[in-house]
C-alpha cells in the first residue's frame, strides 16, 4: 500500500472491501448517519450536492465535509477543506460496485492536488487503518444489518510509546500477549462485562490493535488499540452493539472512559522531576 501519484500533481490512495448485500443495502450502510455509525464513527450526513458530512472521531475531533458528487445507491464524493491543517482540500469517494453471488465491492478513494510529498504521510496513515473498519463494517452486513445500533467510543493521552501503552492494555485485560480465537473478559469494578473473542490483531506504522466479537454486554464489535495519532500516543476502546440490548449497552459508557483514562493518567503540570 502506498501513495499513487499522477503527473497532474493528485495524489491518492484506495482501500476497498467485498461485503454480502444489494448495492442498496450497502448504500444504506455507507451514505446515511445511522449506518456509518453503525461501523465506523458517529456521523451524520445530508444526502446531496452541497450537503455536509460529519464524523465524530471521539476527543473533540469532528471531521467536516461537503458532498460535491451524488450518486445512490453507487457513488458520493465529499471534500474536506480543514482536514489537513494549512493543506490542501482532501476529496473522499465512496463508491458501490455490484459483484455476482450477492456481494459489492465497497471502494473509498482519499485525493489531493499537491506538488510535494508533505501529506503523503497523512495520507498512508489513513490507508492502514482502513482494513480493521471494513471489517466491522462486514460483520454488521453479515450478521446485524437493520438492526438498532449504538456505539461508542473511548480515548486517552498516554505519556507512554505505543508499545508501552498496548502492554497497559493487554495488563488490564489480564493477559500477556493475544492470538485470534482467545478468549477475553473485562470487568471493571461498577461497570458490566465485556466478553468476547479476538477476531484480528493489527501491526500498523501508527501501533496496534484488536478486534474483539463480543456476545457481553450485547453482540457486537469492540476494537482496543494504541495508536500515534498526529504525534501524541492515544489509547482507544471503541464498541459497536446490535441489536435489543444495543441501547442498554451503552449505558454505562461514560464510566468506559473514566476507567480507560485512569488507566493512564497523564504526568502533572510542574511536577517534581526524579
Known sequence: MSVQKDPSGRRRVQVEVEVPGTPEQVWQA????????AWFVPTQIEGKVGGKLSLDFGGG???????????????????????????????TEWSVEAKAGG????????????????????????????PGYFRVLRFYLEHHAGEPSTSFVGMAPSAQSAAATWRRLLDAFGVDELRVGQR????PAGLRALSGTVQAIDHVPQ??????????????????????????????????????????AVADQDGWRQWLAG???MPAEGGASG
Open 30 to 37: 455507507i451514505a446515511s448517519g445511522p449506518g456509518i455509525s
Open 61 to 91: 475531533m469532528v471531521s467536516s465535509a461537503e458532498i460535491t458528487e451524488w450518486q445512490p445507491p453507487r457513488r458520493f464524493v465529499a471534500e474536506d477543506k480543514t482536514w489537513l491543517a494549512g493543506g490542501p482540500p482532501v476529496a
Open 103 to 130: 456481494t459489492c465491492i465497497v471502494r473509498v478513494v482519499h485525493s489531493l492536488f499537491a506538488s510535494t510529498d508533505d501529506w503523503d504521510g497523512q495520507l498512508e496513515g489513513t490507508e492502514h487503518g482502513w
Open 184 to 187: 477475553l473478559r473485562l470487568a
Open 207 to 248: 501501533g496496534i490493535g484488536c478486534m474483539l466479537h463480543v456476545e457481553a454486554p450485547a453482540p457486537g464489535i469492540v476494537l482496543a488499540s494504541a495508536m500515534d495519532c498526529m504525534g501524541m500516543q492515544m489509547a482507544t476502546l471503541q464498541a459497536y452493539y446490535y441489536g435489543a440490548g444495543a441501547a442498554a
Open 263 to 265: 488507566l493512564f493518567p
